[in-house]
């Protein structure tokens, strides 16, 4: 079939025009869904029971230079980046990983010191989250693309979904939110900030952290409905976990990072929307049952996180924000990588 | 550094030059090893250990349509073939795949029927042997890049290695060799041949067929000392379980399909260099034990497969085929894709 035939007969879009997520639900609904699956499509992670109230955990996400690595990265920061950010998605899940393995797909003129920065970068993705890297493969590609695909075990009713929020759970976050939107926009745009607020700004592009430590206090808490992480942005992730437990947010305060509000002001941008609809960025959003609050913050605390409140769960499907007495919704807008941007 | 500098150092090998092997022996050597890893790096598959002598089991292979995909072959079938071609490995060492992830690197002009066809072939491919897949993630890349990653679970002790063939054990395989080189020459170098044949060798490469019922049951039987699929050639898997095993073989003869025999004759090529050394072929290669030969035999063809012996394991280091009363040594060549062809 030709383009135009293809065209005419509604299958014409191109895979560039669909994006990401709809790209995905084409996908989805392709394929058949395993029977009694522990996890729902749509998730942070996959599982398959393996007996005895147990699952298997698994994750896999793809990172491919040409639109998910900024200029100035090393592949180092690359190589382990592709490890952290499925270690992102096992923590808000409150996993913990054990083994990864990788496929690599390399262009012809990478250099052997080039495949072993690469190396070094995974292993260090891995060891730094206790996982190590069991096997993968390598092949020749036009891009430099690094497939990971991790995996751990975990009690399924340990598993901290998305879908488990109840109205009155308080919503929290694990952290301040800004800065790699921040970073994003300086590599890419090129504004102006001084040499400490580039470093922050930078260094949360290049050298993410998943909040693990955080996600396996919060699933030991038991105190958590839902959970999943901001790679999407904060904004997203709070209409991921509405959709997917049928529930709204009445957010009373957003986190904007300090180094975040300092960018903004000497740039004239605005740090909430950075804050809001930034992305690539690992914090974890949590709702918690009102009665085990103490709890959940404490678990975090001990093992040296935070856990800030932001809001409600609310039984609107809305994502509000309140400020000052003044409503206004939250948007679902979310972040499908930087690739418009360059 | 600067490519000249690198070169100095001795670094300075483009990853085109190094070849997939040797670039995975440059990760290998920078990945911390996990303690009690129960299957070697270099074996089909990787494993991790999950209690009660019961290991998960796991395998990632990606296929890039620049090198992987010769023309003529399907979006269809080639994501078909990204499943299959590691349900082979799971096969060859006895363990049913339960579920699959894919990570797929889509070129932005791929049509959303295309991205239909992909899933569709990918669906096939996971319940063509019982598994699902489960989850995974897209995003945009030059090439079509098919990565999966497969996951099941085992008895340890049931797992069929590359490592455990002895002197005196039968070597044997699961059927006829070469008609995947002999269609891929067909493909690429345009040879002439029947309608009839023709479809038969083309089938091999755009239809490959995993051996996961004969892989079961030889696992069931316990008859099988070592294992392994024959995607980069009979010859290199002669000689990867050889190097795994300590051991070597004595072949005295070679399963070449007939059909190859007729491709062979008729272009003037060399039948057994197609079977021997050609490759993207799905058998499996196992070595038996000789008290136990019935058991295995009747268990493959209890599923109604077949096995085919072909020689004996030795004591010395080196694989050779015997005809005749004539000894010449079966080189350690093997498969490296057919990038070189095209």
């Not at 996400?61 to 592949?75: A, E, H, I, N, Q």
């Not at 083994?99 to 003129?109: D, H, K, T």
């Not at 693309?145 to 308080?170: C, H, N, P, Q």
């Not at 745009?189 to 949360?204: I, M, N, Y």
Request: aromatic fraction near 6%; charge should be neutral.
């Amino acid at each position: 079939m030709g383009k135009v035939k293809a065209q005419k007969a509604g299958l014409g879009e191109t895979s560039g025009e669909l994006g990401e997520r709809r790209i995905i639900e084409v996908l989805r609904k392709r394929f058949d869904v395993m029977p009694d699956l522990p996890v729902l499509f749509g998730d942070d992670v996959s599982a398959v029971s393996v007996g005895d109230g147990r699952v298997a955990v698994l994750k896999a996400d793809m990172l491919v230079d040409k639109t998910d690595v900024p200029r100035g990265m090393s592949l180092w920061q690359a190589a382990r980046k592709a490890v952290v950010m499925n270690v992102s998605d096992f923590a808000a899940k409150g996993v913990e990983p054990k083994a990864a393995l990788v496929s690599l797909g390399l262009p012809r003129n990478l250099l052997r010191k080039d495949v072993e920065e690469i190396a070094r970068g995974l292993n260090t993705g891995a060891r730094q989250y206790g996982a190590y890297i069991v096997g993968g493969d390598t092949g020749e590609a036009s891009d430099l693309v690094i497939a990971v695909s991790l995996f751990g075990t975990a009690e399924k009713k340990a598993l901290m979904l998305r879908s488990g929020a109840k109205v009155g759970d308080i919503v929290a976050v694990t952290g301040f939110f800004g800065k790699s939107a921040a970073g994003l926009r300086l590599l890419l745009d090129g504004f102006a900030v001084s040499k400490e607020l580039r470093e922050v700004l930078v260094s949360a592009v290049f050298m993410p952290q998943a909040r693990l430590k955080e996600g396996l206090a919060l699933s030991g808490s038991r105190a958590v409905t839902a959970s999943i992480d901001s790679s999407d942005g904060l904004a997203w992730s709070l209409h991921e976990i509405g959709r997917m437990s049928g529930v709204g947010f009445l957010v009373s305060s957003v986190p904007v990072a300090h180094e975040v509000k300092c960018f903004a002001e000497f740039n004239g941008l605005d740090a909430l929307e950075l804050a809001l609809y930034g992305g690539e960025e690992y914090e974890l959003v949590v709702t918690v049952k009102p009665k085990l609050w103490v709890d959940a913050e404490t678990a975090v605390e001990a093992v040296g996180g935070r856990l800030l409140p932001i809001g409600k769960v609310t039984r609107g499907k809305q994502v509000i924000l309140e400020v000052d007495g003044k409503k206004c919704p939250i948007e679902a807008r979310g972040w499908e990588h930087f690739k418009s941007k360059i």
